[in-house]
């Protein structure tokens, strides 16, 4: 019995041993997995880097480019890409424009909705009312009366 006591009591000063010993460790460990957090999350008031912008923009152009002849699947693309990058009221009012025009209703009222929740710029008080005037529009026409005969 005096065998089995001291032999237990040996494995539980290991295990107590390993557990202080490893405590150290995984506190270290998760002081690295927070570092890592913070630095693959940038504070949301950074600016962003000089090839982010000119990737940004690049995609913007494209979207312009490509409303402007009508191809607004490819525009969209270019519209969100940007604004993927470098989120903003312009860009996020050209998705909303977009898809207007690709007749998707459903998504416009909602990205025009997402444009009209941000603070856009005082150049963009025009866009504004169009957004507010074309939610109003899109809920109308998505209305169905259903009458029943008496």
Known sequence: MKGV???GSSLLGCVLCAALLAFPLALQAQGKKADAAKKADPPKD???SKATRDQARDSYKKGEDRF??????AALEGYKGANTLIPSAQAQF???LTLDKMGNAADAVAAYKAFLALPP???MTEQK???EKRVGELAQAGMKVVTTPP
């Open 94 to 96: 050209k998705v909303a």
């Open 68 to 73: 402007a002849a009508g191809d607004f699947a």
């Open 5 to 7: 006591n001291r032999l």
């Open 121 to 123: 710029p005082d150049s």
């Open 129 to 131: 009312g169009s957004a």
């Open 46 to 48: 950074a600016k962003p």
